[in-house]
């Protein structure tokens, strides 16, 4: 399509995302669960918004390729568009197909291999080739079709994460019309750790399409900021950078700045008020035989996530208060993982981590009956996960690195008589909000040590306090409050001639 080509769709407003918002159960398609979905959707209800992404069937396509596991397989086809226009009528759903080839290369190996390892510090090593970022671009590049032709003319685009780092400027050539967001749910890495990627020019080129960056952390936006000095001598400018090259729109501003994502704080305290709910927490808490403590983990089984370094460090608190013949037993861990990205080699050697050391955590101190380890590799329905939190005493979140961390914010939503001890890695985005909580460097296994028997003497009064502050400040900062900060950043980027219908009016 030509660069000054009209507006083809009819969205005012337009999210690009990897997935759809919707996914299939025994051939039915349901809404995700989670408050981004649910923000999302609210606002684009309200502006005839469409959703472009992935439906997760793999298409029958030309080339199958071996992966080493079943994640390739091709999976039987119904059609996404229209079951999941039965689900979500009055938002559109525009599913770009994936092929098995596709999922490999964009997905598994580019995505999940390349970048998400990088950008969270290098604590894997990424592999990079050239086959597989040929595809990320082709499949890059369809998303961005797919945007150009559901946008209307002037309509705001949203584009989310790190799979989709090239549509930016691809969109912005097909369609110059277009006022161009992009969010990245992940952290932005330091120069230097950046500077690996042999697609480095073209990854920020990509994101320098966008007319607002938005990072989880002032971090990351200073990062890639000094990047764009660095590698493209863009100019500093008070709300971000402005370009310095012909190719990237000469003397254009490009808006970044930190938008700390959310959750839906209304719904998880809806659940935590529920006498079903306190029902369960008590049941859980007596199943397990009424201990002292209850520390709860929640996470993607991911390595960025630290379950391994939480397991260490409970097994080592354990033998230390044995030792010390302290009484602090019985305490108990329960560990809820979500499996996911199985087909990928590093996934797998975390499974086998995590699951050795319940094992040897359990083989020494567990008693006939009760385990002290309870781990749960599935994943939970919301009512159930929010009982766990409302059931538990000390939340363990201790990732090596995560962009924010909506487990931790949902603990404290659900603790609505204000007990209860949040242990918090300063590796997390929420860190920089959570102040309250007990924050700790994961890669210190002492310092996690330490801080579990800080969170176990901690005084009611203290705790309650401390609780007490971390909840009105989530509460004041919910998943909605996030959208629409960054539709109004969205509006202020938008040419002054714009409908008002297309700047966040809303959101003021
Ligand atoms: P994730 O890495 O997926 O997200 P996170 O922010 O912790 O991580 O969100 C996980 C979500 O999954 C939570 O809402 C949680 O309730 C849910 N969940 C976890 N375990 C579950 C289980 N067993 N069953 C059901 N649900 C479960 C990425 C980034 C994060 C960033 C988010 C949003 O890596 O840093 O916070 O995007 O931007």
Redesign the pocket.
Known sequence: MPADAPGSGEHQLVVVANRLPVHRIDGHWHTS????VRAMLGVLRTRRGAWIGWSGDIEPGPVVVETGGDATAVVDTIDPVSAAHLELAEIEMVPVPLDASDFLHYYERVSNGALWPLFHDAIRESTFDAESWAVYHDVNRRFAEAAAKAAAPGATVWVHDYHLLLVPAMLRHLRPDVVIGFFL??PFPPQELFMRMPWREEILDGLLGADVLGF?RSVGADNFVGLAKRLRAAQPHEHGVRINSESLGDGRLVRVGTFP?S?DVDEIARIARAPETKARAATIRARLGEPSTIFLG???L?Y??GIDLRLQSFGALLAETADEHVDVAPVVLIQ???PGREGVDSYIEERHTVEQLVGEVNGSHATIGFPVVHY?R?????EE?VALYVAADIMLVTPRR??????AK?FVASRLDDTGVLILSEF??AADELTQAVLVNPHDPDAIVAAMREAIAMRPSTAGHRMRELRRYVTAHTVDNWAASFLDALGHAAPPDASPDLVGAEHG
């Open positions: 669960p989670g408050g981004l749910h992940i989880q994502i959750i929640v996470d993607r991911d960025t996530k809820i993982a979500v749960i599935r994943s939970l329905a919301l996960l995560d962009g924010m961390n909506l487990v949902e997390a985005g």
